[in-house]
């Protein structure tokens, strides 16, 4: 089978194609032809700063050795060569193959986008689900219980829940000013109570916010176990719920998760006791 490269030598765009010329697979960049006479200006840089040096030591590389004795000649050892050459791009062609599949999967699930979607019968009940999930109900939710409650302990945990609350708002606020990444086109814009910066999509602050609150209300309420798996079939579900509704990708929503979990280590090591309360608050007053 010939070579994708051979077939394509001069194509811009930089997009690497998996090839298969001697029955191994391999990356190669159709970004720039192929220039046998001289290795590029990066694989000199990898191998020292004298070219003549470089040249010397990609000859006497494995590669090469093993490319000499093959059947098309030094061509076909350039082409390993090659291979090894795009390697510093493999990141990022991973990265961009994970964003094509992060974006065709997002959009074939996100089956209650609108009401005529093929789910679209289940859209009032995962709109529910985005309430539970929403700042405003768990801020003004835990801003009571901690009004309400009569016990020092009761009032140190729904403190530290209110602060752990708008750490996430202000965590997600930051880091969706600084990728700015647009939500899936198939989304309709109709949440309640957004701010400017929720035109954006990564991270969902509702995965966060499901991930940080599910793993604070196991850790700090006593619940029987039935309820300890409704917890986290709620902060599954809100994360499902997101990807459903059209709102998010798939990443931005396990991302969010992520950073939900590590926002409740940040709450637990600036836990606020008792005595700092007093303390600060004495401060204040
Ligand atoms: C105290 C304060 C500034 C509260 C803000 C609460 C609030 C409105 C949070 C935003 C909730 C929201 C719509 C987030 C977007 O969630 P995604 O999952 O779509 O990222």
Redesign the pocket.
């Known amino acids: 089978m010939p070579s994708p490269k051979a077939k394509n030598p001069g194509r811009g765009g930089g997009s690497p194609v998996f090839g298969s010329s001697n029955g191994r697979y391999e990356f190669m960049s159709l970004t720039k032809p192929l220039n046998r006479s001289s290795p590029p200006p990066h694989l000199l840089q990898r191998q020292g700063s004298d070219p003549n040096t470089a040249r010397l030591r990609a000859s006497e590389s494995p590669t090469r050795r093993r490319g000499s004795s093959s059947s098309t000649g030094s061509g076909q050892g350039m082409a390993e060569e090659d291979g090894i050459r795009i390697n510093p791009s493999f990141i990022r062609v991973a990265l961009s193959s994970l964003l094509a599949i992060d974006l065709w999967l997002s959009k074939r699930l996100g089956v209650c986008a609108c009401e005529d979607s093929s789910w679209g019968s289940v859209r009032p009940l995962m709109k529910l689900i985005?309430i539970s999930?929403?700042?405003?109900p768990w801020?003004a939710g835990t801003a009571y219980c901690l009004y309400k409650s009569d016990s020092a302990a009761g009032q140190e945990v729904m403190l530290n829940l209110f602060m752990g609350?708008?750490l996430d708002?202000v965590l997600?606020a930051i880091v969706?000013a600084v990728v700015r990444r647009r939500?899936p086109a198939h989304n309709r814009m109709d949440?309640?109570?957004?701010?400017s910066v929720?035109r954006?999509?990564f991270?969902?602050?509702?995965?966060?916010?499901a991930a940080m609150c599910g793993r604070f209300l196991l850790a700090h309420l006593v619940l029987a176990a039935p309820l300890r798996v409704l917890v986290l079939l709620w902060a599954v579900l809100v994360g499902l719920s997101?990807v459903m509704l059209g709102?998010?990708n798939v990443t931005?929503v396990m991302f969010?998760f992520w950073m939900g979990y590590c926002q409740y280590n940040l709450v637990e090591m600036a836990w606020l006791s008792p005595q700092t309360l007093q303390g600060l608050l004495g401060q204040l007053i």
């Open positions: 985005e999930g929403h700042g405003i801020l609350l708008l708002v997600v969706k939500r949440m309640f109570a957004t701010f929720d954006y999509s991270p969902s602050g509702h995965a966060t916010r997101r709102r998010h931005d969010g």
